[in-house]
């Protein structure tokens, strides 16, 4: 049994799946399968992984598309291995992320609660030209992390699957992705993780989301409505959980953190110190230093 499966999702984007195989092919560490989930697909992608050794890769041809979700879901319940990690077909990694996330995760002791670990993402934005991908510039993403808390994760999504290696075990006890949610599943599927376990974090730029607007789009950009429509949709669906149960859980908070969190607790902030000029200055101070914070 390999240690690691690594599940990849792709539908009519062979020139960044060409990508994503150099990027597992790379690897400094080698004990792995990679199962594709080709969702629907009708071009052969046969060359694209002529070099890839047979012995490491496993592919899923459905013949109508069935959604991200439930394409990742194929792709581990058809494989076995003691890790696994989502690689969509149009991100990457450093040669070494396979090689540092295994080792953090093979020192823990199996009763350790963390049951996963991430890495610090960079985010690439380009555009396709042609049968060329550009890059037109890179930013990391979520460096300011110094470890995953589950309060922080209600708020929204901190990290994105690329960068996340997990216990494969811990899907027998929270469940698969919920194919019911064409985008943001990762951060549901994130949010039942850290209800149960925790996740380790190595402070390094290992994993990398790239972005694309038009041609070629990734959800990210190209779904900004949709992404709006499920978040509330999530929210409302935890918070109706709580309601039901009579009790102050995770709905709760994920509507609240957010209030806290985000840009428009910051407006609110200053509209706060527009209405008078007679705040007492320490309130003004206490103000300034809950802006920064958030």
């Given at each position: 049994m390999p240690k690691i499966a690594i599940i990849t999702r792709t539908l009519n984007r062979p020139l960044l799946l060409e990508r994503a195989a150099r990027s597992i092919?790379?690897?400094?560490?080698?004990?792995?399968?990679?199962?594709?989930?080709?969702?629907?697909?009708?071009?052969?992608?046969?060359?694209?992984?002529?070099?890839f050794p047979q012995d490491k890769i496993f592919m899923i041809r459905n013949s109508q598309p069935v959604g991200m979700e439930a394409a990742?879901?194929?792709?581990?319940?058809?494989?076995?291995?003691?890790?696994?990690?989502?690689?969509?077909?149009?991100?990457?990694?450093?040669?070494?992320f396979l090689e540092k996330t295994t080792s953090y995760l093979d020192k823990l002791s199996p009763s350790n609660i963390q049951k996963g670990v991430i890495?610090?993402?960079?985010?690439?934005?380009?555009?396709?030209?042609g049968n060329k991908i550009k890059l037109i510039s890179k930013q990391p993403f979520n460096t300011w992390l110094t470890e995953v808390s589950l309060y922080r994760m209600l708020a929204g999504n901190t990290f994105p699957p690329i960068s996340f290696l997990y216990r494969r075990k811990v899907l027998e006890e929270i469940g698969y992705y919920d194919e019911c949610l064409p985008v943001?599943?990762?951060?549901?599927?994130?949010?039942?993780?850290?209800?149960?376990?925790d996740i380790g974090l190595i402070p390094e730029v290992l994993a990398y989301t790239h972005q694309r607007a038009g041609f070629l789009t990734n959800t990210d950009v190209g779904r900004n409505e949709s992404h709006k429509y499920y978040d509330n949709l999530l929210?409302?669906?935890?918070l109706r959980k709580d309601i039901g149960n009579g009790t102050i859980g995770v709905g709760y908070y994920m509507n609240v953190v957010r209030e806290l969190t985000f840009p428009s607790f910051k407006h609110e902030i200053d509209n706060i110190k527009s209405w008078t000029n007679i705040l007492p200055s320490f309130i003004r101070k206490?103000?300034?230093?809950?802006?920064k914070r958030n």
């Open positions: 092919i790379n690897q400094t560490f080698r004990d792995f399968v990679w199962v594709i989930v080709n969702d629907g697909e009708q071009k052969p992608d046969d060359a694209i992984i002529s070099d990742a879901n194929m792709g581990l319940k058809a494989s076995k291995s003691e890790y696994v990690i989502i690689h969509d077909d149009d991100d990457s990694w450093h040669p070494e890495t610090h993402n960079m985010v690439k934005t380009e555009i396709i030209e943001l599943g990762d951060w549901d599927f994130n949010i039942r993780f850290l209800m149960k376990y929210r409302n669906r935890y206490f103000l300034d230093k809950l802006k």
